[in-house]
């Protein structure tokens, strides 16, 4: 649906938010059902080259326990994960070199004989690359365009580029990926009409997935001491993609949990149909921080794929036992 910019901000701020959250969990019910879909995380490597102010594993940060998995290790990560029944692997890493375009594929290959969806969430890297990844089996790329204020973007992130990251997801599509993305609100001078045409870019690119969490200080960053966003505008933000985006794929975002125990569920009956379970074992989880808070890090694969399949059986909704890829129903 087009909505325009101040009737954006006004469902952002105005609208009552029960209101809003049962309108998109109405538009969730008729264009993508009651079916939510688990994708299995493996969190492979906290090795960044990158170093984005709001990051935990950003370079900058000398306190992170460094560790990148093996390509055995990965791919038998994704073998149990396939085993317990998730149909969508998820593979992401902070920008890690060491594993270069020729691995990458091998484990793609690898792990595509598991009969899953594979899913990419490995930044940027040149059309080659993701030609390559394609070609091994990719089927979906997740990458957050974070925000759509060009400047705030590169106070946050030092020497890299919007405009790049913005010709990666153009070059991500046209490979034909099915390509996620997404932001984070509650930024620091972020604002609500800058959420709102975040939201508009999203619906202009034609995403097929929309990642959107509330921002999260973590102490260990030059942001430690800004407030952060709360799971209300992340659940509106969310709520209002939904209804831009009728038959997308929205995940209920570990973040949004991270705030609320029971942020995920708020998420799935305000227009989400996706949960990205975590499925990295042992101490890499804890070791993968993005922001402070985050669930789950002394739990193991299969404890968390039971949890979270009984809270979403425990609200009337089903487990999807597809790929769940989108649908496009427009
Ligand atoms: N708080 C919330 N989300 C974060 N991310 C990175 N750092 C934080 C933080 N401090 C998000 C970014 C990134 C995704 C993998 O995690 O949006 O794209
Ligand atoms: Fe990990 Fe609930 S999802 S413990």
Redesign the pocket.
């Known amino acids: 649906m087009s909505l325009k910019k101040v009737e954006i901000i006004e469902l952002l701020t105005q609208t009552n938010a029960e209101e809003l959250y049962q309108r998109a969990d109405k538009i969730r019910h008729e264009n993508v059902g009651d079916e939510v879909h688990l994708r299995g995380l493996i969190e492979f490597s906290n090795i960044c080259r990158n170093n984005?102010l709001?990051?935990?594993i950003r370079k900058g940060n000398a306190q992170v326990v460094r560790y990148h998995m093996s390509e055995e290790e990965l791919i038998e990560t994704a073998r149990k994960a396939a085993n317990i029944g998730f149909k969508t692997i998820v593979m992401?890493s902070g920008e890690d070199m060491y594993y270069t375009a020729d691995k990458m594929c091998r484990i793609i290959e690898a792990i595509k004989k598991f009969d899953v969806a594979v899913t990419l969430?490995i930044g940027e890297r040149t059309f080659e690359e993701y030609k390559s990844f394609r070609e091994a089996g990719a089927d979906r790329y997740l990458m957050?365009i974070?925000t759509t204020n060009k400047e705030l973007y590169h106070q946050l992130d030092p020497q890299m580029s919007w405009q790049h990251r913005y010709d990666c997801l153009m070059m991500i599509k046209d490979l034909g990926y099915e390509l996620g993305s997404?932001i984070?609100v509650g930024l620091p001078q972020q604002t609500i009409e800058s959420i709102a045409e975040d939201l508009l870019f999203l619906q202009k690119i034609g995403i097929d997935m929309a990642g959107i969490?509330?921002?999260?200080?973590?102490p260990n960053t030059p942001l430690a001491n800004e407030k952060g966003g709360t799971l209300e505008l992340a659940l509106r933000t969310m709520a209002v993609m939904r209804i831009m985006m009728p038959d997308i794929n929205i995940p209920a975002t570990t973040?949004m949990e991270s705030l609320h125990p029971q942020g995920r569920i708020k998420a799935l009956k305000a227009g989400a149909n996706v949960v990205m379970p975590n499925v990295t074992e042992g101490e890499y989880r804890k070791f993968y921080e993005?922001?402070p808070g985050k669930i789950c890090v002394n739990d193991t694969p299969i404890h968390c794929r039971s949890c979270i399949g009984m809270k979403i059986t425990s609200i009337g909704r089903t487990i999807g036992n597809g790929f769940g890829s989108h649908i496009k129903k427009n």
């Open positions: 984005c709001y990051c935990g992401q969430s957050r974070e997404g984070m969490g509330p921002f999260i200080p973590h973040a993005l922001y």
